[in-house]
Structure formats: C-alpha cells, structure tokens
T-cell receptor, first 114, second 111 residues
Framework: DGGITQSPKYLFRKEGQNVTLSCEQN?????MYWYRQDPGQGLRLIYY???????QKGDIAEGYSVSREKKESFPLTVTSAQKNPTAFYLC?????????????FGEGSWLTVV | SQQGEEDPQALSIQEGENATMNCSYK?????LQWYRQNSGRGLVHLIL?????REKHSGRLRVTLDTSKKSSSLLITASRAADTASYFC???????????FGKGTRLSVIA
C-alpha cells in the first residue's frame, strides 16, 4: 500500500537525550513536512523539504534537526535543546510544495518526556 | 505565518443534524483546504477550494469561500456518529509556501 509510515508510534525521552522519529513515504513525493501538535491545538510547522538534500525551517525549528538524504525518508531529531518536546508529531508529504497539492499525513508519533 | 482560525472551537450535535464550521484567514490566498483528524491519528484531506471558486460539493460536504470576507465554511449534512473528529482549514498566503493549519473545530456527533 502507498502511504507514509511513521515510527515509533510512542516514544519516551529522558531529560538531556536526543531522539529520532522516522518517516518514510512510498508515494514518490518531492515535498515532505514535519508538524508538531499539542493537545487540543492546531499543527505547527517544524521543518519542510522540497527536494533531496535540501530543507527549510518552519515556524518552530529551534531544538529540532532533520535530514533528507533520500527522497523517501525525512527523519526528525528532537534534541536536548528542545525544552518542551512532549507532543504529537506528524510527518506529511505532497507531490510538490504548491499549495494546490493535497498533503498526505502519517499516523503520527507521540513523544513524552519522562 | 498567517493562520486560518476555525470557529467554533467545539461543536456538539445530534446525529442527522447539519454541522457548520467556519474558517477565517488574514491575507490573500490561492487555495483553501479542509482536513479531518480522528483522535490520535493523522489528518485526511477532505476538499480543496480555489480562490476563484465560491462553492464546492463532495458527497455530504459543502464548502464555501468568500474571499471578500476572507472566510470559508464547511457544512456536513445529515451528520453521523462517524463524523466525530476535528476539522481543520489550511491556507497558503498566495506565495509558494507550505500550508498553514488552523487550530481546528472539534465536532461531536451524538447518536
């Protein structure tokens, strides 16, 4: 089946640890995105990538890092610099970055600081 | 980034009733999209309306767009318990930038 796979679904982070959330898509999409969602809130853009080896910061990039070494993969690292990382993280992709394109989402990853 | 703002924040209706959600935005747009999110899941695209369109239909969904008022509405007719979810509008700012999502309307349909 075509789609976006995020893993793990649930992740616990200790203080001072870096953790990486995986996102893989087999839709052959050029653009990929990471959003953060806090309970009862909307989505905030962390990073996005239009093409392999290129990515741009979104509205809340501080404390996060990404890479785009392969078209199908866009992992997100939550670093120890992110002071309040507990949230629901959503990876998404689209054919291109044009706003007329549909964005397809993964099922999300819950990150909790313990 | 500009952000669409949905209204109301929460809506509770009986099965069979119609549900109307509104979205307001600040700057000119090329497109506006509506998405649905079941609790704890990813978002799913519902419908896109372009800035030169005033109304679109998809099954039980009707979307309107009023660019003069910078607002859009999503109407779900004959609602079902399975329509219970959060609904988000997403807008661009007429530039080539990623979509920006609002905070959503939480719809509860009571059987």
């Amino acid at each position: 089946d075509g789609g976006i796979t995020q893993s793990p679904k649930y992740l616990f982070r200790k203080e001072g640890q870096n953790v990486t959330l995986s996102c893989e898509q087999n839709l052959n999409h050029d653009a990929m995105y990471w959003y953060r969602q806090d309970p009862g809130q909307g989505l905030r853009l962390i990073y996005y990538s239009q093409i392999v080896n290129d990515f741009q910061k979104g509205d809340i990039a501080e404390g996060y890092s990404v890479s785009r070494e392969k078209k199908e993969s866009f992992p997100l690292t939550v670093t120890s610099a992110q002071k309040n990382p507990t949230a629901f993280y959503l990876c998404a992709s689209s054919i291109g970055r044009n706003s007329g394109n549909t964005i397809y989402f993964g099922e999300g990853s819950w990150l909790t600081v313990v | 980034s500009q952000q669409g703002e949905e209204d109301p924040q929460a809506l509770s209706i009986q099965e069979g009733e119609n549900a109307t959600m509104n979205c307001s935005y600040k700057t000119s747009i090329n497109n506006l999209q509506w998405y649905r999110q079941n609790s704890g899941r990813g978002l799913v695209h519902l419908i896109l309306i372009r800035s030169n369109e005033r109304e679109k239909h998809s099954g039980r969904l009707r979307v309107t767009l009023d660019t003069s008022k910078k607002s859009s509405s999503l109407l779900i007719t004959a609602s079902r318990a399975a329509d219970t979810a959060s609904y988000f509008c997403a807008t661009d700012d007429s530039g080539n930038t990623p979509l920006v999502f609002g905070k959503g309307t939480r719809l509860s349909v009571i059987a």
